[in-house]
C-alpha cells in the first residue's frame, strides 16, 4: 500500500525494460518464485518497442490529473543484434513438401512484419521483427511460412524411414539367453537401478556405491552394485502373497565406483542374474546356458560376498573371474524377511556373450542300448565337484553320453571336511551294445582315476 498511486502522490516512476530471457528464467528457477513478469520477461519482449510504449504513457499523461517529470536510461549494449536470416525456398519445399514461389514466400511473410529482400534466384534475406524473439532461425520462418500456406494445403507424405542392418551380435545373443532361460521356467523380472542406503549391507554385500546428488525417489539414492537386493526384494513381495516358489532372472547394468577413481563416470556393466528356491535350478540354469550357447565354463568353490560361506562357487570362463553361483547367504535371506534355501547366480553378461560360439558337432546316434553306472566319491571339502566331473569324463572318453552330478551327502561316518559326490555315467557304443566285462573295466578306470588325482575313495 504504500507503493500505490494516491490522490497525494508528486512523482511516479515509470519503467520499461528489456530483461535477458534466460537469465530471468534461471532466477526463476533458482528461487522457486514464478510471476507474471517472469513468464513474459522469459518469453522475451520487443526490445524496440520500449520507446513506443514509453510514448503512450505520456501521451495518456494529460488525461491523468498528476505532476510528472520525465527521465530516461538507455543501456542498449545487451540489446539483442537482429541479423538477417537466410531462407532457402527449395530447403522450405523440401520440408514442406510444397513447390512454392520465391515470390508466394514473401507475400506470406511480409503482411506479418518479416521484410523480405531477394538476394539471388531461390534465396531471400528475412529480417525478422523485434516482437518476435520466438524467430531466429531459418527453420522458424519456414514455420510462419507453413503457417500462412495453410496446413491443410501440405499434402500428407509418410517419410521414408532409414532400414538398419537389424540386430548386432550381442543383441541377438542376449536375445537368445533370454529365450533359454524363459524357456527352462524362471519369469524375466525388472528391478528398479536405485537403492536405499543398507540395502546392499543387507544382501550381505558391500556398501561402496555412487550416490546420486538428484534422485527420483529421496529413500532411493544409490546406484546398484549387484543385482541381488533388487531380486531379493522381488522374491519377498512374491512371498507375501504366497507365492514362495517364484524363480526369476534379470539382465540390467550395476554400477561400480568409477575406475579410475578421477573417470567422472561410473563403471557400468551389464551382468545376468538367477534366483530360485533351491540350488539346484539354478545350477541347471547355467549348465543349459553353456550349452544353448556352445559355451564351455567351469566352477570352482569359493567365498563370495552375499553367498553361503561354504555353498558358493565362482564361475571360471575362457580362464577369467566373471560370477558366482551358489546359495543365498541365510542372514540375507532373513533380513528380506524370507526363509529356506535360495539359488542366486550372477554373472558378468557382456564377459559371458563376448567369446565366439564353439562349432555344433552333430553325433551320430546308437541303434544299440545304453549302460548306467552309478559311482559314489568321498572326497575332501577343497575339491570342486567340477573338477571330479572333469576327471570322468576324460577318463571315459567316447563311450560316455551323459554324466550328471545326482547326489551330493555330508555326514555319516565322513570327516567334518568331506563329502561324498555321486555321479551317473551313461555308456553307449555306436557299433555294438556293451559287454558287462566292457563296463566293469570302464568303470574301475573312472575309479582308479578319481583316487588317483583328488585323493578321493569309493563310498560304499
Known amino acids: 500500500a504504500a507503493s500505490e498511486i494516491s490522490e497525494t502522490t ?36 520487443d526490445h524496440l518497442g520500449i520507446e513506443r510504449a514509453v510514448a503512450r504513457f505520456c501521451e495518456l499523461l494529460p488525461g491523468i490529473t498528476v505532476t510528472a517529470g520525465l527521465r530516461s536510461v ?40 518479416f521484410r523480405v529482400v531477394e538476394s539471388e534466384p531461390g534465396l531471400q534475406q528475412v529480417v525478422i521483427p523485434s516482437w518476435r524473439p520466438d524467430s531466429e532461425r531459418e527453420i522458424d520462418v519456414i514455420e510462419e511460412i507453413a503457417r500462412h500456406h495453410g496446413y491443410e494445403h501440405i499434402g500428407r507424405t509418410l517419410p521414408s524411414g532409414h532400414i538398419g542392418t ?23 523380472a525388472w528391478t528398479t537401478t536405485f537403492l536405499a542406503p543398507g540395502d546392499l549391507e543387507r544382501a550381505g554385500l558391500p556398501g561402496d556405491a555412487v550416490e546420486v ?26 512371498a507375501s502373497r504366497q507365492q514362495a516358489d517364484v524363480g526369476l532372472f534379470e539382465i540390467g547394468h550395476v554400477f561400480g ?3 579410475p577413481s578421477t573417470e567422472p563416470l561410473p563403471d557400468e556393466r551389464e551382468r545376468l542374474a538367477i534366483i530360485t528356491p533351491g540350488i539346484e535350478p539354478v545350477i541347471e540354469a547355467w549348465n543349459t546356458l553353456l550349452e544353448g550357447l556352445h559355451l564351455d565354463g567351469g566352477l570352482e568353490a569359493a567365498e563370495w560376498p552375499g553367498f553361503h560361506p561354504s555353498r558358493c562357487a565362482r564361475i571360471l570362463f575362457r580362464g577369467a573371474v566373471i560370477g558366482a553361483v551358489g546359495e543365498v547367504d541365510p542372514e540375507a535371506v532373513t533380513n528380506y524377511g524370507l526363509s529356506g534355501r535360495i539359488g542366486y547366480l550372477e554373472l558378468d553378461l557382456e564377459a559371458l556373450l563376448a567369446a565366439r560360439d564353439q562349432p555344433t558337432r552333430m553325433q551320430p546316434i546308437s541303434r544299440f542300448p545304453a549302460s548306467d553306472i552309478d559311482l559314489a566319491f568321498v572326497v575332501p571339502d577343497t575339491v570342486p565337484a567340477a573338477a571330479v566331473r572333469k576327471t570322468l569324463a576324460t577318463t571315459a572318453g567316447d563311450l560316455l553320453e551323459d554324466l550328471r552330478l545326482f547326489d551330493v551327502f555330508r555326514g555319516g561316518q565322513m570327516g567334518s571336511d568331506e563329502r561324498s559326490l555321486a555321479y551317473r555315467l551313461r555308456l553307449r557304443a555306436l557299433d ?16 582308479g582315476a578319481v583316487e588317483q588325482a583328488h585323493g578321493a575313495r569309493l563310498r560304499g
Not at 537389424?166 to 524375466?188: C, D, H
Not at 555294438?432 to 575309479?447: F, K, M, N, S, Y
Open 10 to 45: 508528486a512523482t511516479v516512476y515509470l519503467e520499461a525494460a528489456w530483461f535477458t530471457p534466460m537469465a530471468i528464467a534461471r532466477t526463476a528457477k533458482r528461487l522457486g518464485l514464478r510471476t507474471e513478469a517472469s513468464a513474459r520477461f522469459e518469453r522475451g519482449v
Open 74 to 113: 538507455d543501456a542498449a549494449d545487451h540489446l539483442p543484434a537482429a541479423g538477417p536470416v537466410a531462407v532457402r525456398t527449395a530447403r522450405a519445399n523440401a520440408i514442406l513438401g510444397t513447390s512454392l514461389e520465391d515470390n508466394q514466400i514473401a507475400r506470406y511473410l511480409e503482411p506479418i512484419g
Open 213 to 238: 546428488e538428484n534422485p527420483m525417489v529421496r529413500e532411493e539414492s544409490l546406484l546398484r552394485t549387484a543385482l541381488l537386493p533388487g531380486l531379493l526384494k522381488a522374491v519377498a513381495l512374491n
Open 166 to 188: 537389424g540386430l548386432n551380435e550381442y543383441q541377438r545373443r542376449r536375445r537368445e539367453v533370454r529365450e533359454i532361460l524363459a524357456g527352462l521356467g524362471p519369469s524375466e
Open 257 to 259: 565406483l568409477p575406475i
Open 432 to 447: 555294438h551294445t556293451l559287454t558287462d566285462a566292457e563296463v566293469a573295466a570302464l568303470r574301475a578306470r573312472c575309479i
